[in-house]
């Protein structure tokens, strides 16, 4: 790899960041691992919709409708930035900065299972994320279990189906309880409360040895808790998100062992 190529990709990454944007998805990569010594920088834009059903209270065993439902779109001016490495053989982790929800992020890729299908392959892989705000409204932590699959139906093109499952512990701001249920702020309700997280998406990329671009498509789903007026509303809060994501990718070294065992998995596949 030449310093020209090098710095020309850095600038591109850095264009590409002056002009992206980015809320919080989870799943911005495939089942695919980097290999032993390869890096990846990463930058990611997304946008995001979130919603919240009709809002209930209840009171002893009556049960009213009290808010209409609830929705924002949310796109930041600001880019996640990202950086994986490849420790052994199916095994990556990196860092994560999400500009437009502060969220740094750590996490760790397991690729469980690479088995060919005809021409192409199938990749399988697990995970940890953890993730804490450094600012924004909302505040909180998340941790994560990512799983995906992912189908290579050639050297360039492939497709991820993913799913996850995790906790979120949120900081959202106290509800003043003289104020009417119906006037707290939609991000306020949007926010949800402390527990389970679950949600998948599906992604579409393009890639070679130096560089990978991708689309990706995402929903989640969590529980929300307010109190007011001494009583208490429950309901559901629906995140869909989609975006783009390039990486740029470092080690020919390690990108040339990677394909020289794609080449050995061809030659040891069984014929049609």
């Given amino acids: 790899m030449t310093m020209g190529w090098t710095a020309a990709r850095l600038g591109a990454a850095l264009v590409f960041m002056a002009t992206s944007a980015c809320f919080s998805p989870v799943h911005v990569r495939s089942a695919r691992i980097l290999a032993v010594g390869e890096h990846e920088i990463g930058i990611a834009m997304a946008g995001a919709q979130l919603k919240a059903d009709t809002v209930k209270w209840y009171n002893g065993t009556s049960t009213d409708s009290i808010k209409e439902p609830s929705a924002q779109g949310k796109i930041s001016g600001w880019p996640e930035l990202a950086y994986h490495y490849g420790i052994i053989e199916n095994l990556e982790a990196g860092l994560r900065l999400i500009g437009g929800s502060g969220l740094a992020e750590v996490d760790a890729n397991y690729r469980l299972l690479k088995t060919p299908l005809g021409s192409m ?25 990512p799983l995906m699959a992912t189908i ?57 040895d130096d560089w990978i671009a991708r689309l990706f498509f995402e929903s989640s789903f969590w529980h929300g808790e307010i109190g007011a007026q001494n009583k208490v509303s429950t309901y559901d809060v629906t995140v869909m998100q989609g975006g783009f994501a390039v990486g740029f990718k470092f080690g020919k070294d390690a990108a040339a062992l990677r394909k020289s065992h794609d080449d050995l998995d061809s030659l040891t596949a069984p014929p049609k």
């Avoid at 392959?121 to 279990?145: C, N, Q, Y």
């Avoid at 949600?199 to 990329?205: C, P």
């Fill in 121 to 145: 392959h199938l990749h399988l892989s697990t995970g940890v994320i953890f993730g804490t705000a450094l600012a924004d409204e909302t505040g909180g932590k998340r941790a994560l279990v």
């Fill in 152 to 208: 290579d139906f050639n050297e360039n093109w492939g497709l991820t189906l993913a799913g996850h499952l995790g906790y979120r512990w949120v900081t959202p701001p106290p509800v003043d309880p003289n104020l009417a249920i119906a006037n707290i702020d939609d991000l306020r309700w949007l926010v949800g409360s402390d527990g389970l997280t679950y949600g998948g998406g599906l992604s579409a990329d393009w890639r070679n």
